[in-house]
């Protein structure tokens, strides 16, 4: 079995699934290995690239289970709590079928619940931090159940706390997610407020809008299972307005949205911009119909992709002097 969505085989000194609270902290108290080699939490693999043999433990969780908690009569909110182990688009197509609404521009992204506070999965404008409530852990080192609330979680762009101050030391178990049971679509995406309208709809049911946002996601990305990929590989660097005003003046089609802490420039056109998008390494590649996204072209290892990525940043550098951050997590 593969458990990854780039497709690359892999190999871990352990493998282990948990389903059960009590097996987790069975683990977490009693077992030496998990405490003195590496451990490694996995959810779906579809933000991985496994570039070696990894000398330790991988850990995959598959608790399941989706609830309602609490209804807000006031504020005609939910509370609604997800197991980690749950594939991350049968719980919005659950939210969508008990008319709990937010989710639905996060449809179809690959992966588990338990990977969206780490990763804030983010699409179309909706990331994971605004709708989620808290989020319900295990800390490794102790097996102590600790809930974070979600100004605890210090939510950025694709960035969490579990992946900076407190990587790799605490275990998502579940996910308390704040849904509304009214409905109001978000179109602020324009492909996404194009196809609505292309498609004769005027006001999108969610089932309608979930489904667009998947249409759209699929033509413009690989699907995992035709094609290996872990999605867009880069972040969207953020620059500040000086370096903005200078790039805008030398390449003004090039495509920036303002941020909080200057712009966000689009990876993607940074990266065909430098030539690279369709070609490739070895058996790896830049996708043809999006730069950002690199694709297994079949049998491509890990060090295969990480070659591929540096050229790639290489030549990002040299062009516009912008350093590219991996978003994909390479093990
Ligand atoms: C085709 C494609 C499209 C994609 N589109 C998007 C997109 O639109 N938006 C987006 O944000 N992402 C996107 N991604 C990336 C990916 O879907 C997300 O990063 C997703 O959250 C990864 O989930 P996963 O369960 O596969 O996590 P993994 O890739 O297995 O792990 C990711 C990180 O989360 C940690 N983790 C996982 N589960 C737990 C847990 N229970 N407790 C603690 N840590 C945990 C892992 O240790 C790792 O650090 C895409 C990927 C693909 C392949």
Not at 293 to 312: K, P, R, S, W
Request: glycine residues 8%; hydrophobic residues 40%; aromatic residues 10%.
């Amino acid at each position: 079995m593969i458990y990854n969505t780039f497709g690359i085989p892999a190999t871990a000194d352990r493998y282990i699934t948990v389903s059960a609270k009590d097996e987790l902290l069975d683990l977490l108290q009693h077992d030496t290995l998990l405490h003195t080699k590496p451990f490694f939490v996995l959810g779906g693999g579809s933000n991985i690239i496994f570039a070696r043999h990894y000398p330790g433990t991988i850990l995959h969780l598959e608790n399941k289970g989706i609830h309602l908690v609490q209804e807000l009569p006031q504020s005609q909110e939910v509370l609604v709590e997800a197991s980690a182990g749950e594939n991350w688009d049968s719980f919005v197509q659950h939210c969508i079928a008990n008319g709990w609404h937010g989710t639905e521009n996060l449809a179809a992204i690959p992966g588990t619940v338990g990977a969206s506070p780490v990763q804030n999965v983010g699409a179309y404008g909706v990331e994971a931090k605004d709708i989620i409530h808290s989020v319900h852990t295990f800390e490794v080192s102790t097996g102590n159940e600790r809930t974070f609330s979600r100004d605890e979680c210090r939510f950025g762009y694709r960035d969490s706390i579990f992946k900076k101050e407190l990587k790799g030391q605490y275990i998502v178990w579940s996910v308390t997610f704040r849904l509304s049971r009214t409905f109001t679509p978000d179109l602020r995406y324009k492909a996404i407020a194009d196809a609505i309208a292309s498609s004769g709809i005027e006001t999108p049911t969610p089932q309608q809008l979930a489904d667009t946002i998947a249409s759209v996601r699929w033509a413009k990305l690989p699907r995992p299972e035709e094609t290996g990929s872990a999605g867009s590989f880069f972040k969207n660097p953020v620059v500040d307005a000086t370096q903005y005003e200078r790039l805008k003046a030398e390449y003004p089609d090039m495509v920036a949205y303002p941020a909080a802490d200057g712009y966000k420039l689009a990876a993607g056109w940074l990266i065909e911009h430098t030539g690279w998008k369709g070609r490739s390494l070895g058996r790896c590649g830049v996708y043809s119909k999006q730069a950002l996204v690199l694709v297994n072209l079949g049998g491509c290892t890990g060090q295969e992709v990480i070659n591929l990525a540096d050229a790639v940043t290489a030549d990002v550098y040299k062009k516009f002097g912008i350093t590219l951050e991996k978003e994909a997590i390479i093990l």
